[in-house]
């Protein structure tokens, strides 16, 4: 049987609720085999990142060329990478082999509101990844920093969406989140802009929210549905997620990626 593949580029977080692991979980769940090319390993639980050891950009690119020259992805997620030279890597990697389907989560700000890209690898995030996109998925105020407008409800949503829509190829999805308009998110694609409805749960534990979704995307895409329908199955997925109410760590911990897997008493 010949299974849809998808490839996560990000980091890992050895706690499991983000990065390349929630990816993986993600990407396995909604029915496609999940391949990984690993940025940098963190040291990070739910109260918490207190380490980051990057990889080489030499290193990037050799697990690059393993995939695409045995096992081609079908879609290609890319998380946070926070330097240039390995932005670089990747943006050229995507285009010698012509990859599709590519969903780029651009993880510039955190929830807290610091920056998390030094403005050279931002810089590099603009022109060679975001290029590349089939769909970006920022959320507020990462819209905020590659507009350089601010947006403070539905209307400035919508202009921003505009104006990304004008600045890079592909589609754009800005999630709004509590900050504007709580689960509600807006796609703008090839002209149109649709509001994306979405229900607003009750659960503090959101650890790794936007990994999970923007590979829950590329899951989709990779099995062939469209882009609307695409993100559409994504938010059906980690409202389920969400609602299974999985409560682990200290901190703002990890979704139940495995909610829909029957258990099993040994």
Same mark, same amino acid.
């Given at each position: 049987m010949k299974r849809k593949c998808v490839l996560t580029?990000? =980091? #890992?977080?050895c706690s499991g609720g983000a990065g390349i692991q929630a990816d993986m979980k993600t990407m396995q769940a909604n *029915? !496609?085999?999940a391949m990984s090319a690993v940025t940098a390993l963190t040291a990070q639980n739910t109260t918490g990142v207190y380490g980051i050891?990057?990889?080489s950009p030499e290193f990037l690119e050799s697990q690059l060329h393993c995939i695409f020259t045995d096992i081609f992805p079908d879609a290609v997620k890319i998380g946070m990478v926070s330097s240039a030279p390995l932005i670089r890597v990747i943006g050229d990697s995507l285009t010698k082999w012509k990859a599709s389907n590519i969903v780029v989560?651009? !993880?510039? !700000? #955190? /929830? #807290? =509101? #610091?920056r998390l890209l030094r403005e050279d690898a931002q810089?590099?995030?603009?022109e060679r990844l975001l290029p590349l996109a089939s769909v970006i998925t920022p959320n507020i105020p990462e819209a905020e920093v590659l507009t350089g407008r601010s947006i403070t409800g539905e209307a400035q949503m919508e202009e921003a969406a505009r104006r990304l829509g004008e600045m890079y190829p592909g589609a754009v999805l800005i999630k709004g989140g509590h900050q504007v308009s709580d689960a509600n998110d807006l796609l703008y694609d090839r002209g149109r802009l649709v509001w994306l409805r979405g229900e607003r749960i009750d659960n503090p534990n /959101?650890? =790794?929210t936007g990994c999970t979704l923007s590979s829950a995307i590329a899951s989709n895409l990779?099995? *062939?549905?469209?882009m609307e329908e695409s993100i559409r199955r994504a938010k059906v997925y980690i409202s389920g997620a969400l609602r299974a109410g999985l409560d682990l760590g200290r901190g703002s911990g990890p979704m139940d990626h495995g909610y829909a897997i029957p258990e099993t008493d040994f």
């Amino acid at each position: 049987m010949k299974r849809k593949c998808v490839l996560t580029i990000a =980091g #890992s977080d050895c706690s499991g609720g983000a990065g390349i692991q929630a990816d993986m979980k993600t990407m396995q769940a909604n *029915g !496609v085999y999940a391949m990984s090319a690993v940025t940098a390993l963190t040291a990070q639980n739910t109260t918490g990142v207190y380490g980051i050891m990057e990889s080489s950009p030499e290193f990037l690119e050799s697990q690059l060329h393993c995939i695409f020259t045995d096992i081609f992805p079908d879609a290609v997620k890319i998380g946070m990478v926070s330097s240039a030279p390995l932005i670089r890597v990747i943006g050229d990697s995507l285009t010698k082999w012509k990859a599709s389907n590519i969903v780029v989560d651009p !993880v510039m !700000v #955190s /929830t #807290s =509101g #610091s920056r998390l890209l030094r403005e050279d690898a931002q810089a590099a995030l603009m022109e060679r990844l975001l290029p590349l996109a089939s769909v970006i998925t920022p959320n507020i105020p990462e819209a905020e920093v590659l507009t350089g407008r601010s947006i403070t409800g539905e209307a400035q949503m919508e202009e921003a969406a505009r104006r990304l829509g004008e600045m890079y190829p592909g589609a754009v999805l800005i999630k709004g989140g509590h900050q504007v308009s709580d689960a509600n998110d807006l796609l703008y694609d090839r002209g149109r802009l649709v509001w994306l409805r979405g229900e607003r749960i009750d659960n503090p534990n /959101t650890h =790794g929210t936007g990994c999970t979704l923007s590979s829950a995307i590329a899951s989709n895409l990779a099995k *062939g549905f469209p882009m609307e329908e695409s993100i559409r199955r994504a938010k059906v997925y980690i409202s389920g997620a969400l609602r299974a109410g999985l409560d682990l760590g200290r901190g703002s911990g990890p979704m139940d990626h495995g909610y829909a897997i029957p258990e099993t008493d040994f």
